[in-house]
């Protein structure tokens, strides 16, 4: 009834009544004045003055939102059924921290249009997000606080005999105060001083942790390796199976296979470790790895999902071990269509553990290389021979292939990078990747089309606003876009990438951050990335929990026939989706950071130092810089004199009208700054008289290249 409530007191046409009108009006008896509080006191309505009438929100002039702090200390808040975000003066938070749930007052606010800029100010916090908080102990005026980039806020300590200065603690907050917070130690990590650290820090700021609950060690420690009641599964002797990874990987939970058939079609065998079998649903194991939703892999270590006994033992598909998996073998034709597919419960034994890099030598021909690995030479021909009709065939019904290089951070001994490069993907990657991408599309189809409960990875269009947005940019490099875009299809994106000239790639990366991210869910929609109908993740139950759900599946449907408790079933698909994609949010955004991490330390010792580059990003607030192939820094707007932004051209000109900067402008530019713990690097532009007549002022220099300002897309949206 309180939804039915809301649908009233929030219609556009709802005149104030009475707790008796209200209740009379839907016959809520006595229970009426008991929901109407409950609603006030959630803040979803609001007693007039006289206490006498219900109110909206717009009635009350109180709304709620979510609010962002920037870095220097102002907010923004987000409120639903508003297209514009509400700045909130440093001095108008009333306590608020960052991602909160407040409830705030629009300056002004019948002078204005609903859409025109307006300034908020935060009259509650409803709702705290941020409970517990990591960073380092300093001293400051001869006082022990917590210094952290959770908040712009300092932390004291209410016992001062737990802590010392240097060491890394997490904290809960017992106690918000506007001009401080007062926290209570819960754990000490270790010492800023420890290596990595700095990683370890980001890494819980988000929730990872690297150790597990002893209620899992226990559990591990009894799972039994004997495969002896087993044998019944269906051992593939017949095919020579290998797995294809990097070099350092531990966690081996794919493997292939590959024939011809007398037909000429060829058979796929792809191999997933069953992980299923180990992890029972509702065991101790099965509760954390949900938690965690993902494993997470950083610069210098891999925070699993699953312990490593786990994931690097007993499941992992080493070479020459039996090991038990479900086999997905697919027939497919010259036109890279599936024909048939089956699941299997199986046990495997791996001939090779090969490397990308040494498939990638017998495909170049390296004579070593093909001597060494002489039984599956033609097995790894055939293999490319399929890989480049599948992608053929993914060309032809639309599938979109950024092939965005991801930046690759070396580092030493002690944890300082020594080297920042852009990894390139290698030909051995893109089959396995296209093999992988066959096993869950079959496996998506075979289990939708028995019409049963079913966790699904789907990828929305993009919206028309954002497209319009990337083709304003597109038009100003001459490509020849002439009207706007109100829908797309997949391989009309993949046209647009195909007619992009090589010097113009860096558009492939805001045309990315057009795209909506995909995310897991019970309900279809297709996968648009990969123009796919039917699309799921079955091939990484080591490291992702979506697809350890899709084979608990698999085995109930198929290799036990059980259809029943579905309803239920529904409504733990749908708590699955809603985690795992929150916690693969998580951990990509932890990933960034500590790539902006590393990349900011890195450039610490080339302060003062000039470099060519290339403009990748203009925004409201600067413009994003590209130097080395790899490093991005800001040049603040705030520090162009004579310049403003053009958000309708996505540039930033000159206010008589002389000068311009657009995405893809090349430039020179000097390293002024770089904040390690913000992960900020920062640039001036270097002017000679080749260059634009833009110059930077010296008053007060604020520069602010922050990771959180502008968040990178997944371009990993498979």
């Not at 037909?263 to 938690?291: F, H, Q, R, T, W």
């Amino acid at each position: 009834m309180k939804e039915k409530l809301l649908e009233i007191i929030n219609n556009p046409k709802y005149q104030p009544l009475t707790v008796s009108e209200l209740t009379a009006l839907l016959n809520l008896g006595k229970n009426g004045q008991i929901l109407i509080d409950e609603l006030a006191k959630d803040k979803e309505v609001f007693y007039s003055k006289s206490k006498e009438r219900l109110l909206n929100h717009q009635q009350a002039g109180i709304f709620k939102g979510k609010l962002s702090v920037a870095k220097d200390g102002y907010g923004f808040i987000k409120s639903e059924g508003f297209e514009i975000d509400f700045f909130v003066p440093k001095t108008k938070l009333n306590g608020a921290l960052d991602k909160d749930i407040v409830l705030f007052t629009i300056h002004d606010y019948l002078n204005k249009s609903k859409n025109e800029k307006q300034e908020a100010h935060i009259i509650e916090v409803i709702e705290r997000h941020l409970k517990y908080i990591i960073g380092e102990v300093v001293q400051k005026n001869k006082e022990l606080l917590l210094a952290s980039d959770e908040t712009v806020l300092p932390l004291h300590f209410n016992k001062l005999e737990k802590v010392k200065e240097g060491q890394v603690v997490r904290c809960k907050i017992i106690n918000y105060n506007n001009d401080y917070l007062e926290g209570e130690v819960v754990e000490v990590i270790g010492n800023s001083t420890d290596i990595g650290m700095d990683i370890t820090i980001i890494a819980r700021k988000y929730g990872f942790e690297a150790e597990f609950p002893q209620e899992v060690i226990d559990e591990v420690n009894n799972l039994s390796e004997d495969l002896t009641n087993e044998i019944k599964r269906r051992e593939f002797i017949d095919r020579t199976i290998i797995t294809i990874d990097g070099a350092d990987a531990k966690d081996l939970d794919d493997a292939v296979s590959i024939r011809k058939l007398k037909n000429g079609n060829y058979e796929l065998g792809v191999y997933i470790a069953d992980v299923s079998y180990y992890v029972p649903k509702d065991s101790e194991i099965d509760k954390e790895a949900l938690k965690r939703g993902t494993s997470v892999y950083l610069i210098d270590r891999v925070i699993p999902m699953l312990p490593k006994r786990i994931s690097n033992n007993i499941c992992s598909l080493n070479e020459n071990e039996n090991k038990l998996v479900i086999a997905c073998i697919m027939e497919i034709n010259n036109k890279g269509k599936i024909i048939d597919t089956v699941l299997k419960e199986a046990v495997i034994k791996t001939k090779h553990r090969m490397t990308y890099d040494s498939i990638n030598e017998i495909i170049e021909g390296n004579e070593k290389a093909i001597n060494k690995y002489n039984n599956i030479y033609n097995d790894v021909l055939l293999m490319q021979e399929l890989s480049e009709i599948l992608e053929k065939m993914r060309g032809i019904r639309g599938s979109v292939d950024f092939d965005i290089p991801e930046s690759e951070v070396i580092v030493d001994e002690k944890g300082k990078p020594i080297e920042i490069r852009k990894r390139e993907r290698k030909e051995s990657e893109k089959f396995i990747e296209s093999f992988m991408i066959c096993a869950n599309e079959a496996t998506a189809t075979m289990i939708t089309n028995m019409k049963l409960p079913f966790i699904y990875r789907v990828h929305d269009e993009p919206s028309e606003d954002r497209l319009n947005t990337f083709v304003t940019v597109i038009k100003l490099f001459g490509y020849p876009i002439k009207q706007k875009i109100r829908k797309i299809t997949p391989s009309q994106v993949q046209d647009l990438i195909g007619i992009i000239k090589e010097e113009d790639k860096f558009l492939n990366s805001l045309l990315l951050r057009m795209m909506s991210k995909a995310i897991y869910s019970r309900n279809n929609i297709g996968h648009f990335g990969l123009s796919s109908l039917i699309y799921t993740h079955f091939t990484s139950p080591i490291r992702r929990y979506p697809d350890l759900l899709v084979h608990r599946l698999i085995r109930k449907y198929l290799f036990t026939t059980d259809f029943s408790n579905l309803n239920s079933l529904e409504e733990y698909i749908d708590d699955v989706a809603s985690q795992s994609s929150k916690q693969e949010r998580a951990a990509m955004n932890c990933e960034y950071d500590v790539i902006d991490m590393k990349k900011a330390e890195y450039m610490e010792g080339f302060i003062g130092v000039k470099y060519s580059g290339v403009i990748t990003s203009v925004t409201s607030f600067g413009m994003f810089i590209e130097v080395l192939g790899a490093i991005e820094g800001l040049v603040k707007l705030s520090e162009m004199r004579g310049y403003k932004y053009d958000d309708q051209k996505m540039s930033i000109v000159s206010v008589n009208g002389k000068g311009s900067y657009k995405i893809g402008d090349k430039l020179q530019v000097k390293v002024v700054s770089a904040i390690k713990k913000k992960g900020e690097i920062n640039f001036e532009i270097v002017y000679n008289k080749n260059t634009k007549s833009a110059r930077t002022t010296n008053k007060k220099r604020n520069y602010g290249g922050s990771r959180n300002e502008r968040r990178k897309e997944n371009h990993r949206y498979k």
